[in-house]
């Protein structure tokens, strides 16, 4: 089950995703990022796209057992909304017209930019489709997820690779131990 989160109030409650807000004073976007222990870019190997998506889910949500983890949230950088305007509006693409029903049906719709609290069983579902916009839609971008305490922090690329850091010292150990009951491997990126 997905449980959508007021932007304000994962602010409020998760301090430790990054921002990138535009101030109108300067004209620019001002960077925030938490401080981490450590981290690193990772890959997972297929022979095709659509092998890619399914691994990506399968050991996604391994890690996430393996780490302890019930649940993860998931935040964007931006308050811009979880389904954009360029997604909602493609016809051409299956996958995409799958995700973007996916994300309306929990409720995700267009105008809202909260986080999102997705369990384990619904994660593969859930990156999935994920997945789907980041590598399809040039303007999905900027999201992180966390597990609730702030352990770690993430962000799937588009490309497929996943940046892990962790936030806390005393979870270092668990998570170099848990990735390594993955297939994820980690690059010189």
């Known amino acids: 089950m ?27 976007e001002v960077f925030y990022y938490p401080k981490t222990v450590s981290g690193g870019w990772y890959d997972l190997y297929a022979k095709t796209k659509r092998e890619f998506s399914k691994i ?39 996958f995409i017209i799958k995700a973007v029903r996916y994300f309306e049906d929990n409720k995700l719709g267009k105008k809202f930019n909260g986080g999102v609290q997705v369990g384990i069983s619904e994660l593969p579902e859930f990156i999935k489709h994920f997945y789907c916009l980041t590598r399809s839609d040039g303007t999905f971008g900027g999201f992180y997820f966390s ?6 922090l993430g962000f799937i690329h588009y ?11 005393e979870f270092e150990s668990k998570f170099v131990k848990s990735i390594k009951k993955t297939a994820f491997k980690r690059n010189n990126r």
């Open 2 to 28: 997905l449980l959508k989160i007021e932007r304000e109030v994962c602010l409020a409650k998760y301090r430790n995703f990054p921002l990138c807000p535009y101030d109108p004073n300067s004209d620019e």
């Open 56 to 94: 990506l889910q399968m050991e996604f949500t391994k890690l996430v057992k393996e780490c302890g983890f019930e649940n993860l949230i998931f935040f964007g950088d931006k308050p811009t909304p979880w389904i954009t305007k360029l997604s909602s509006k493609r016809t051409d693409n299956a």
């Open 147 to 152: 597990d609730p305490a702030q352990n770690i």
């Open 159 to 169: 490309s497929g690779e996943v940046l892990f850091q962790t936030l806390i010292e």
